[in-house]
């Protein structure tokens, strides 16, 4: 039973604080849809998605104006093009990425998610040419966002994979230079990719998914942050406990709401739903931060002494609200730090609270990685690639998910301000020691083992 005092609340949350639908993502199988010949395939994509997306927007947006509930982004994920068009080679790709980008634009959704491919123990011929398309794939389109798993807890890392999105992201950021290389805001480099990620640019459908699929992501760091300020002005002495149980309680709150609308959407596509991903995710709105949620806790601004702490709390109470509300949680569902999505982030880079050091330890306890960085254009490939390596080797040995979406902006180097626009926001550039030896231990190539723990059969 709900009470009347749980109904203010909720109307509180959605009236003053930011409280949203963050996605509603409805995957596609493709397998469906493979062909011999590159123009049937294309054809076959663009007629699949069309007629299970045709009523995706109308539907999302009645549903969020029935119960007074913003759906903010309605997106879609797809089956693993390395896998749906392993026969073509790049170009063949690259007509598979402006078939999604114009079928996108056709149903009007913000994002297709699943230009992906998995290599995490190997490239097949079909990883080979998506990964050989991608910066030329990212550069042409507008929606199409892409994601490569590079490492697992059960395999090791690709470090010649690693060393191949190196050299992608650079080419990626070159082709966009006049956008601040915006090419590369829509790829990330995953270590432990979930199938059912409703986020961009992470998003896609995995090979044990159903026919169709609905995902929803909410997201609320501003009804977070609303909670402990309530609460600790109630009672200033609350400890952390205290306060991971109220963030905990409000976490849940959040999950069941977004529950509803998925289920909603669903039933009336006749799809099965999915999974909630509730995830603090920000926007460079006043108010709809994280970094502000560590100012509600105490500290100075994130990235000062005990952030990584702070966070790790943060996280799991946020994990245990939302398989307490639900039992199809799936997806990152956590707390991002994305620097340039993140308005206080993004000052606290400016300031110099927070560095790329601190940010990589900070991953070690939250849901993604290094998401959003705007790095100096002038990066060579091979710290590129070591950055990358560090971060996977953290999802890899603490069997988590971690990510990389690093812009290197051509033409600026830390200090400079990068501007992505929309959600995606700006940020000041952040400084990154580009330090490479002869011999580098990025370019030995080759797989680092999976670690012991790895072995569970």
Known sequence: MI???EILTILGMLNNEHLDV?????????FDCVSDDIDRLCANIEKKIGNLAANLVPLCNRIGEKYGIQVVNKRISVSPIATIAAPFGPKGMVAVAHTLDRVARRVNVDFVGGFTALVEKGIARGDDALIAALPQALAETERVCASVNVASTREGINMDAVLRMSHAIKDAAARTADKDGLACAKLCVFANIPQDIPFMAGAYLGIGEADAVINVGVSGPGVV??????ALEADPNMDLGDIAECIKR????VTRIGELIGREVASELGIPFGVVDLSLAPTPTAGDSVGEIFQSLGLISIGSPGSTAALAMLNDAVKKGGAFASSHVGGLSGAFIPVSEDLNIAEAVSKGFLTIEKLEAMTSVCSVGLDMVAIPGDTSVE???GIIADEMAIGMINA???ACRLIPVPGKKAGDMAHFGGLLGFANIIHVHNATAKGSF????GRIPAPIHSLKN
């Not at 942050?225 to 309530?230: G, H, P, Q, S, T």
């Not at 409000?250 to 709150?253: D, G, R, V």
């Open 3 to 5: 009470h009347d005092r």
């Open 22 to 30: 963050r996605t509603v993502t409805l995957g596609v199988n493709l």
């Open 225 to 230: 942050k609303k909670a402990i300020d309530r």
């Open 250 to 253: 409000t976490a849940a709150k």
């Open 383 to 385: 710290t590129l690639a």
């Open 400 to 402: 988590k998910t971690t």
């Open 442 to 445: 990025v370019t030995k190539g």
